[in-house]
């Protein structure tokens, strides 16, 4: 499983640990990511989906995840993401 957040693009960044003696060794800095399940209205089940708690906060702002990927463009999504989006534009356009 990839250390990645499938909305907001979030990774592992690189960088340095700096000891009191100015010594550096490479660490990592990896995304805080959640497994969350968020209620698709429109498929009238449940999702579940590895993202940042950035990503979770953002889709929560515009009102869950139906509102979320009806409003996002899908030039850059993820391509899971991008298969779920085209299943809810469906099932909002035949209901």
């Not at 957040?5 to 995304?31: D, E, Q």
């Amino acid at each position: 499983m990839a250390r990645r957040c499938a909305i907001s693009k979030k990774g592992v960044l690189a960088g340095n640990n700096v000891s009191h003696a100015n010594n550096r060794t490479r660490r990592r800095f990896l995304p805080n990511l959640q497994n969350v399940s968020f209620m698709s209205e429109a498929l009238g089940r449940s999702i579940s989906l590895r993202l940042s708690t950035n990503a979770v906060r953002t889709i929560e702002f515009h009102g869950g995840l139906d509102a979320y990927l009806t409003k996002v463009s899908s030039v850059g999504l993820d391509a899971k993401i991008a298969k779920l989006k085209k299943l809810i534009v469906s099932a909002k356009a035949s209901a």
